[in-house]
C-alpha cells in the first residue's frame, strides 16, 4: 500500500534552518500535487506550501519568503526548505500528496503520520 514518510524534523533556534523530506512509496502510478501543511498545539491544521507535478508552487502567507517547497519526481519525494524560522513555525508537519495508486487506478489524497519541528533557543 502507499506510504508517505516524513523526516527532517528536530529543533531549531530561531533564525535557523531546517530542510523536510517526504518520500512516497507503494505501487503507485502517477503524483499529481504534493503539499506541507502543520498543524500547531491547540491551532488547526493549515496549508504551508503545495507544489503540482510539473512545479508551480503556491505558499501560506505566513511562510511567504521563507520557505521553498521543491520535488523530485524521480524518487516521488517532497522537500521543503524553512528558514529564518520563527518559533511561530512551531508545529507538526505532515506531507500530502494527491496520487494514483495500483491497483485503485483512482485519484486519492494521501498523508504521512507527521514530523515535529521545533523553534526555539
Known sequence: QVQLVES???L???GGSLRLSCAASGRIFSINDMAWYRQ????QRELVAVITSGGNT???EPVKGRFTISRDNAKNTVYLQMNSLKPED???YYCNADLVRVPSWGRESYWGQGTRVTVSS
Open 90 to 92: 512551531t508545529a507538526v
Open 12 to 14: 531549531v533556534q530561531p
Open 8 to 10: 527532517g524534523g528536530g
Open 40 to 43: 500547531a498545539p491547540g491551532k
Open 58 to 60: 503556491n505558499y501560506g
